[in-house]
């Protein structure tokens, strides 16, 4: 029977994501860029960043939990960059409007930083599907 690992799980969904995350941004140009700026994050804060923000501090609660209450190797790694996340949460909860100028800013006027943004992202995706497979 193979025991289902949350850890590996974790890792290797959260890693395919910050893979596939940059190609689709730079596949969809400047689609992308309307949908994020008058769709995703609209002048006003819409309902749903307080929804996928509320999901996320349960995904840290949840990483948390799992992490005290069974053993998996290494599993610190996985549970402090989801931990991390939550940085980004915050500011998009409490600091909306910032973070908008952020979003603008960087889909417009810096894409360099944008493209960085994904490389760097992508590499860390990358490291934590290799952690998935290989170590837990």
Known sequence: MIEWNYFKTLSI???LTMIGKGPVIHLLGEKWTTFELNRAYTEKQPLWVWIVGTLG???VIITWYMYFTTYVKYSSIIMLI???TMVKVSQVLFNYERFREFAVRITTEDTSALSA???ATAIGGVILVLLGIFVY
Do not use: D, V
Request: aromatic share 24%; proline share 0%; charged share 0%.
């Open 13 to 15: 969904a959260y890693g």
């Open 57 to 59: 501090i349960f995904l």
């Open 82 to 84: 989801i931990t991390l």
């Open 117 to 119: 943004m994904n490389f």
